[in-house]
C-alpha cells in the first residue's frame, strides 16, 4: 500500500525533534530545512567555505537516521573550542562530502544514505544565504543569529541574495505531499527563512495538499514577543500574502506560576490559542490534554510521541483516498 507523503518544512531543534517522532510511523516523510543559521560552527563552516549552513540539516539527518546508535552519536559529536574550532563531526562531514561532490544537495543526499536515514532531507536551497529583518522601526538587521538580540518587532524577513533558486526535490515534494507542516520551531528564522526562498512558498500555496501549522508552546524572545497563536499564522501570510494555512495545533493548557516565573525571566510567556479568532480565519484547531510537558526545572515543550500521533492522525484524516485507509 501506497504511503501517506508528509512534507515538514522548518529548523532548529523544532523540525529534527518532530522527524524523530515521525520516524515510527509507516509514511513517507521529507524535510525542507532552512539552510541561513549563521552561528557557532555552522556559521564558520558557511562563511569560509561558502556553502549553505549546515548545522540544521545535520540535526535532521541525524533524528531520522537508522544508523547504529554509537554512529549517530559519532555524527553528533561536538569537539571542545580549543578542538578543530568547536566544530560538529557532522558539520565537517558535510563540510567534506560538498568538497568532495562539488555540491551540498548532493552531499546531503550521500551522507543520508551513508546514515539510512528514514525519509528525505532537502535544503530549502543550494545556495549560501543570509536572513536579514526588516524591523517595525526601519532598522535593518543583517544575520540570523543577530535578528532576536535586537528585542524589536520583526515587520518582515528576507534573504540576500534575493534571487536564489530553491531546490527542485523540493518543489516535486510539495506538489507531491498529502499533508505540509510548518514548525513547530522559531517562527522567522526557521518557519518563514523557508519560504523566503523564491519558488517555494508559491508551491506550498498551489500544492492540493492540506496545510498544517504547529504552534510554538512559548513566545520566543526578541522574535515573537507577546505573540499570539493567530499572530504567528498571520505573519506567515503577510510574507507570502495569501492565506493557505487550513490547520493548527495549539496548545490550550495553563501554566503554574513557578513555569510563568521562569519564562518570565527570559521574556517569555505562553503562546495564547486564541481560537475564536483562528475560526474566524478559517482555521481548524486542534489541542490535545497531554500535548505539552513540563520538566522538574520548570521547562515546557511539546510532547513529541503526542504531537506525533496528532499529525499522523491528522494527515489520516484529510487524505481521502482508500488507499490510505486506516486498518
Do not use: W
Amino acid at each position: 500500500m501506497e504511503k501517506i507523503k508528509l512534507v515538514l518544512i522548518g529548523g532548529g531543534t523544532g523540525l529534527s525533534v518532530l522527524a524523530r517522532g515521525l520516524r515510527d510511523y509507516n509514511i513517507d516523510i521529507t524535510t525542507i530545512v532552512t539552510v541561513a543559521d549563521d552561528g557557532g560552527s555552522t556559521g564558520k563552516i558557511r562563511n569560509e567555505m561558502n556553502i549553505p549552513a549546515p548545522g540544521d540539516i545535520r540535526n535532521v539527518i541525524s533524528a531520522l537516521s537508522e544508523a547504529e546508535p554509537m554512529l549517530e552519536e559519532l555524527f553528533k559529536y561536538r569537539f571542545q573550542e580549543n578542538q578543530i574550532e568547536g566544530h560538529s563531526l557532522g558539520n565537517l562531514l558535510i563540510a567534506a562530502l560538498t568538497n568532495i561532490t562539488d555540491d551540498f544537495g548532493h552531499a546531503v543526499k550521500e551522507l543520508s544514505r551513508i546514515l539510512n536515514i528514514k525519509g528525505r532531507v532537502i535544503p530549502s536551497t543550494n545556495a549560501s544565504v543570509q536572513l536579514n529583518a526588516v524591523m517595525e522601526d526601519g532598522e535593518i538587521v543583517y544575520g540570523e543569529s543577530n535578528i532576536p538580540k535586537q528585542n524589536k518587532k520583526i515587520k518582515h524577513v528576507f534573504l540576500e541574495p534575493k534571487h536564489v533558486q530553491p531546490m527542485s526535490e523540493a518543489l516535486d515534494a510539495l506538489s507531491e505531499a498529502d499533508l505540509i507542516v510548518l514548525g513547530p520551531g522559531s517562527l522567522y528564522t526557521s518557519v518563514i527563512s523557508n519560504l523566503c526562498v523564491e519558488g517555494i512558498a508559491e508551491a506550498v500555496i498551489n500544492s492540493e495538499a492540506p496545510k498544517l501549522y504547529v504552534t510554538n508552546v512559548m513566545t520566543q524572545p526578541g522574535e515573537t514577543n507577546n505573540y499570539t497563536a493567530h499572530d504567528h499564522i498571520k505573519a506567515i501570510h503577510d510574507h507570502v500574502g495569501k492565506e493557505f494555512i487550513d490547520y493548527a495545533i495549539c496548545n490550550e493548557e495553563t501554566f503554574n506560576q513557578g513555569v510563568l516565573d521562569r519564562y518570565e525571566k527570559e521574556n517569555a510567556s505562553p503562546v495564547k490559542n486564541d481560537k475564536a479568532q483562528l475560526d474566524k480565519a478559517g482555521i481548524k484547531v486542534f489541542s490535545h490534554d497531554n500535548l505539552v510537558e513540563i520538566s522538574s526545572e520548570h521547562y515546557v515543550r511539546h510532547n513529541n510521541k503526542v504531537l506525533s500521533k496528532m499529525i499522523y492522525e491528522i494527515a489520516l484524516d484529510t487524505t481521502e483516498t482508500i488507499k490510505f485507509k486506516r486498518k
